[in-house]
């Protein structure tokens, strides 16, 4: 089985600051990983994933997360946020060969950036 | 629009009521998942089809849950007997497999209050 730890339930930030969510995983299998976002009173995105090849992904809203496998983590990264970037994040992780591919998501991490 | 719709939206029941929830997947997508998130927890997997066939169900699907996909398009939900402690938000996903990974696409979920 695959677990999801988020280390931080809220992060507040003010607007054009870095920031950073971190995600760590556990798995004894190889696996695929995600970021998910979810504004307020909407469904979840997928925001970037993590399958194969390069360990650095981008999205194309500036987020980046890389992915560590000594250190079984997936944090996310963005050098510079906005108002607009205030949501609830998910890491999750599926196996790569769960047939499903169901997704195991950590609690969420709340970010809540302000001018 | 055509992605993945959820109904009802809200619904409120008495303990011990029979409640059912439809998912409409992307038209094309044969595979679908549902998923129950609690207030303050990433979303947890529930089940998934592919097709018509129901492939695997997660020890969180009691004997109250039962999951439908009769002619592999269309998705329902049923809980028999709620309990308060069936109070979450009931999201659905959807996926094409072709292969490999495949994204999931999220509906904006059903919330369901079990007073």
């Known amino acids: 089985a695959q677990s999801v730890t988020q280390l931080d339930s809220q992060v507040p930030v003010f607007e054009e600051a870095p920031v950073e969510l971190r995600c760590n995983y556990s798995s004894s299998v190889s696996v695929y990983l995600f970021w998910y976002v979810q504004y307020p009173n909407q469904g979840l995105q997928l925001l970037l994933k993590y399958l194969s090849g390069s360990t650095l992904v981008e999205s194309i809203n500036g987020f980046e997360a890389e992915f560590n496998k000594s250190q079984t983590s997936f944090h996310l990264r963005k050098p510079s946020v906005h108002i607009s970037d205030t949501a609830e994040y998910f890491c999750?992780?599926?196996?790569?060969?769960?047939?499903?591919?169901?997704?195991?998501f950590g609690k969420g991490t709340s970010l809540l950036v302000t001018p | 629009d055509t992605g993945v719709s959820q109904d009802p939206r809200h619904k409120i029941t008495k303990r011990g009521q029979n409640v059912t929830f439809r998912c409409d997947p992307i038209s094309e997508h044969n595979r679908l998942y549902w998923y129950r998130q609690t207030l303050g927890q990433g979303p947890e997997f529930l089940t998934y089809f592919q097709n018509e066939a129901q492939l695997e169900k997660s020890r969180l699907l009691s004997d109250r849950f039962s999951a439908e996909r009769p002619k592999g398009s269309f998705s329902t939900l049923e809980i028999q007997r709620t309990e308060q402690g069936d109070s979450a938000m009931y999201l659905c996903?959807?996926?094409?497999?072709?292969?490999?990974?495949?994204?999931?696409?999220f509906g904006p979920g059903t919330r369901l209050t079990v007073l």
């Open positions: 999750a992780v599926s196996a790569r060969r769960d047939s499903g591919y169901a997704l195991n």
């Open positions: 996903a959807s996926s094409l497999r072709q292969g490999g990974y495949n994204e999931q696409f």
